[in-house]
C-alpha cells in the first residue's frame, strides 16, 4: 500500500512523494528552553519520533531536524527572575531536554541547531526580505509587511484581520507600518537582553525567521515535512511560509503535518497556562513504554485527554503486548497450530503496514498487533513452541520497535513476578464461590479480565491465562 499522509495545507490526505527518492528532509519546531519539558511536549517528539522510525522502517533515509530556541522573551524573563544569564539557562534546559527523549527512547535528530548558533543566517534572510520589499526597519526593529503576500492565510484559513489581532496581542508596536506585521529582528531594549551586530543596530531575531533560517541551512529550500503541534498552525507557521517563501521564492514544505494537543482538565497542557505535568514527574511513576503507548493508541492529529484513566489502559495494553513473550508452552515445530501463527503472523506485519500508510494511524495499527498476541498466547496453549515461536515473538516485537516501544521486560519479568498475586486472587475467588459470595467472585473475576488475565472454572477447580 502506498503511503498517504494528511495535508495540513490542502486538508486532505496525500500520496507521500519525496523531492529525492528515497530520502526525507523533516524539520520539527522543538521547545523554547526556559523550564522543565511537560509530557505535551513528550507528545509532539513521540508522534514525530514515531513517523520517522516508520520512514525508516520503509526504507527512507530521514534527515531530521529539530530546533532549540535558545533566544526568546520568556527566556529573558525567567533569567531575570532567577538572576542567571540567559544563555547558561537556555543550556541546562536543554541538557534537560535531550535526557527527558532520552528516557522517551526518542532518536536523536540528525541536527539539534540552537537559533544563537543561526544569526548569520537569519540576518541574510532578513537582508534579502528588506532588499525584495518584502520587510522594512524602524527604528532598529525589521517588520514583515504582511498584506504584500498575498497567499498569506493559506495554511490556517485565517484572513489578515486575524494577523491583526495576534501581533497586536504579541508587540503593541506603533513602529509598524500596519498592525499585522510581525516582528523578524528586534532592537535591544535593554543591557541585559541577548543581542548581535546587525546593519539595523543591536538586536535578536524575532520567533518565526529563526526556524525558517534553520530550515533552510540544514534541508535547504524546500523540505518533505514540516511538523509540530496544531497550536503552531498560526501564527507561527504561517508567518514561516510567508517569510521564506518571500525570500527563497520556492515552497517551504510539500506536507505540513500537525498533532493534536495533550489536554489536562480540558486545556491545552502549556507551560504559560500552568497546568502541565513534567515528563520526569511521570516517569517517576510509569514506564516510559506507557507514556508512548498512552500517546500512540489515539490518532496523532486528534487531542487527548489526560487523566488516570488513560494511564492504566496504556499499563493494561502493555501488560497485553508483554505477555506475548512468556516462553512457549511446550515443543510442536509443525501441524495446524503452526501453520495458524504464521498466518497470524503475516496477518499482522501486512494489516499493521496498512495502518501505518494511511496517515500513521497508530492506534488502529496497534489494534493489529494485539490480535497477534491473542494469536501468539492461543499457540503457546496448543504447546506450539521452539523456532516457529520465537519467529512470532520476534514479529511482534520488531513491529513495537516501530512505534518506539522498548519491550525491555526481561521475558515479560512483569508478567511473571504478578503470577503469584494473580494465583492468590483465584484462590480467594474460589473460597468466595464455596460460600456462594457470588457478586464478590464475579466482581474479582471482571477485574482480572481487565489486565488480561482469563478464568477457566471446571469441577475440578479454576485455571487461569494472561489473554
Not at 509530557?39 to 525508516?56: C, K, N, P, Q
Not at 501581533?167 to 535591544?188: C, S, T
Not at 496477518?347 to 490480535?371: S, V, W
Request: glycine share 8%.
Amino acid at each position: 500500500m502506498t503511503l498517504r499522509v494528511y495535508n495540513t495545507l490542502t486538508r486532505k490526505k496525500e500520496t507521500f512523494e519525496t523531492l529525492e527518492p528515497g530520502v526525507v528532509r523533516m524539520y520539527v519546531c522543538g521547545p523554547t528552553v526556559y523550564d522543565d519539558a511537560h509530557i505535551g511536549h513528550g507528545m509532539s517528539a513521540v508522534v514525530f519520533d514515531t513517523i520517522r522510525r516508520y520512514l525508516e522502517y520503509k526504507g527512507y533515509k530521514v534527515r531530521h531536524v529539530m530546533n532549540f530556541t535558545d533566544v526568546d522573551d520568556k527566556i529573558i524573563n525567567r533569567a531575570r527572575e532567577t538572576g542567571q544569564d540567559p544563555f547558561k539557562l537556555a543550556a541546562h534546559y536543554i541538557d534537560r531536554f535531550q535526557e527527558h527523549m532520552r528516557d522517551l527512547n526518542i532518536l536523536v535528530p540528525t541536527v539539534m541547531p540552537r537559533v544563537s548558533n543561526t544569526i548569520e543566517e537569519i540576518l541574510d534572510m532578513v537582508q534579502t526580505l528588506i532588499d525584495k520589499g518584502y520587510a522594512y526597519e524602524s527604528e532598529g526593529d525589521v517588520y514583515f509587511r504582511v498584506r504584500k503576500d498575498e497567499d498569506y492565510g493559506k495554511l490556517s484559513r485565517r484572513k489578515i484581520e486575524h494577523a491583526v489581532s495576534s501581533a497586536r496581542e504579541r508587540f503593541g508596536d506603533e513602529l509598524k507600518e500596519d498592525e499585522a506585521d510581525f516582528a523578524l529582528w528586534k532592537a535591544q531594549k535593554a543591557p541585559d537582553e541577548p543581542a548581535w551586530s546587525s546593519p539595523w543596530g543591536l538586536g535578536r531575531p524575532g520567533w518565526h525567521i529563526e526556524c525558517s533560517a534553520m530550515a533552510r541551512r540544514y534541508l535547504g529550500e524546500t523540505i518533505d515535512i514540516h511538523g509540530g503541534g496544531n497550536d503552531l498552525v498560526f501564527p507561527h507557521h504561517e508567518n514561516e511560509i510567508a517569510q521564506s517563501e518571500s525570500c527563497n521564492g520556492a515552497p517551504l514544505a510539500r506536507y505540513w503535518l500537525h498533532n493534536g494537543m495533550l489536554q489536562l482538565r480540558g486545556e491545552k497542557m502549556s507551560k504559560s497556562l500552568g497546568n502541565m505535568v513534567t515528563i520526569e514527574e511521570f516517569l517517576a511513576e510509569h514506564e516510559a513504554d506507557v507514556f508512548r503507548l498512552l500517546i500512540l493508541s489515539s490518532h496523532y492529529r486528534k487531542p487527548l485527554a489526560y487523566d488516570d484513566e488513560v494511564v492504566e489502559q496504556a499499563k493494561r495494553g502493555l501488560d497485553r503486548l508483554h505477555s506475548a513473550l512468556r516462553p512457549a508452552g511446550g515443543d510442536l515445530v509443525e501441524g495446524q497450530a503452526v501453520e495458524t501463527l504464521a498466518q497470524a503472523c503475516a496477518t499482522a506485519r501486512e494489516r499493521f503496514e496498512q495502518a501505518m500508510d494511511d496517515d500513521f494511524n497508530t492506534a488502529a495499527a496497534l489494534g493489529h498487533l494485539y490480535d497477534l498476541v491473542k494469536a501468539i498466547n492461543t499457540a503457546r496453549d496448543a504447546g506450539v513452541g521452539g523456532e516457529p515461536f520465537r519467529q512470532a515473538q520476534q514479529t511482534l516485537v520488531e513491529l513495537c520497535h516501530v512505534l518506539g516501544l522498548r519491550m525491555e521486560r526481561e521475558e515479560a519479568a512483569g508478567i511473571s513476578d504478578a503470577a503469584p498475586f494473580v494465583q492468590l486472587l483465584v484462590d480467594v475467588r474460589q473460597e468466595l464461590r464455596a460460600i456462594k459470595q457470588w457478586a464478590l467472585a464475579d466482581l474479582i473475576r471482571d477485574r482480572l479480565s481487565e489486565l488480561g488475565v482469563v478464568l477457566e472454572d471446571s469441577r475440578e477447580g479454576t485455571t487461569w491465562r494472561w489473554r
